[in-house]
């Protein structure tokens, strides 16, 4: 079975000293593309839903998708809800079969941050589902959720190990310079406390705002311990660009096909250079074995 949680992926993943791609998929053909990128690295990788996805095509749909499409691999595949904050969504999420998801309060007290958390996972753990939390507030825009550079905000390093020690989680996203969407200007990110952070939790560490960041940069989050890089924004401007730029050079081209033709091998590109960045190229099969 390739479905698998995050929490037993991105451990070994951690200890490995890789990352797992994590991608948004915008429909049917682009989940497909980071499933078959998968595969054809031979890597694990994590499909991981939006809110607003799940709200244009609805739970069940997005599922009928998945679930097939993960079967016909031999590589680890998770379906991950990426900023959940809708306990309902989050709940019928894991009712279906989604193998992670992600409760994001970090909008809220620390404190109000840990119990909601805490129920989350109570929730999740029944149904073997792996969970991902964040403190501290990552900066930019993430689907519909808008957090202003004046109101995002680092994590706490005392926070972050209380919270970890409190909570078994599958991953841990902590604010650590990075934003969400395009950089405007250079990102400034703080790997003392990345270190510090993975150094006194021990849980893998999600790197949100993984589009724009160079390579060098990506090397060194892994490096510290992130075993797991979102990648959404990039792929949006492929899954556009690749059409309109289709259509420039065809301009008397009118069979749809051809357009989500080079729209799927475009995509498909782009999941398998980031897969092999983040160093996951030759370790699904081996990783699926080890978890089963």
């Not at 949006?236 to 009118?254: A, R, W």
Request: aromatic share 8%; charged share 25%; glycine share 8%.
């Amino acid at each position: 079975m390739a479905l698998v949680s995050i929490k037993p992926m991105l451990k070994i993943a951690q200890r490995d000293k890789y990352a797992v791609a994590a991608f948004n998929p915008v429909d049917y053909a682009s989940m497909k593309a980071m499933i078959i990128a998968a595969q054809e690295c031979d890597a694990p990788v994590i499909i991981q839903t939006s809110a607003k996805t799940i709200r244009y095509y609805g739970h069940e749909t997005l599922f009928s998708w998945f679930e097939p499409l993960a079967k016909m691999v031999n590589v680890p595949v998770a379906l991950h809800l990426d900023h959940g904050k809708d306990l309902d969504m989050i709940k019928r999420c894991i009712d279906i079969g989604w193998t992670s998801v992600m409760i994001d309060a970090s909008d809220k007290p620390f404190e109000e941050n840990l119990r909601i958390t805490k129920e989350v996972v109570s929730w999740a753990d029944t149904k073997g589902v792996g969970v991902e939390a964040e403190i501290g507030e990552i900066g930019g825009v993430e689907e519909d959720i808008v957090v202003a550079e004046e109101d995002a905000h680092l994590a706490n390093p005392d926070e972050a190990e209380r919270f970890c020690k409190e909570i078994d989680l599958g991953v841990f996203a902590a604010a650590i310079g990075t934003a969400h969407g395009y950089y405007h200007g250079e990102p400034d990110v703080q790997f003392d406390l990345i270190e510090e952070i993975n150094q006194r939790t021990g849980t893998p560490m999600a790197l949100h705002g993984g589009t724009g960041l160079d390579e060098e940069t990506i090397a060194r989050c892994i490096a510290l311990g992130c075993a797991k890089v979102n990648i959404s924004t990039n792929l949006k401007h492929v899954f556009i660009d690749s059409f309109v730029d289709h259509k420039k050079e065809n301009p008397n081209d009118y069979e749809p096909l051809s357009y989500l033709k080079k729209q799927f091998e475009s995509l498909k590109t782009l999941f398998k250079d980031k897969i092999t960045e983040f160093g996951g190229q030759g370790k699904g099969a081996q990783m699926l074995k080890e978890i089963n």
